[in-house]
């Protein structure tokens, strides 16, 4: 079936069961890349690591917003 039948097919639900459908497929368009996750975790961990190690030193807050 094209994206054409559906549609129309989708427009012939009651009002309930085409905003069940609109939910549902915006809710599968929010959901997280696991590989992308993957690699924000590595970064992450690998910024965190350079801070803690003293390569990465922090700027406060304060002196950020005077720039």
Known sequence: MDSK???QN???????E??????????SLSEPDKEIEK????????RYEAFLSGKVKSIPYDEILKK
């Open 39 to 46: 690699y924000w975790k590595e970064e992450v961990e690998k």
């Open 18 to 27: 085409r905003l069940f459908i609109i939910e549902t497929l915006s809710k």
């Open 5 to 7: 039948n559906i549609i």
């Open 10 to 16: 989708a427009l012939n639900l009651s009002p309930a």
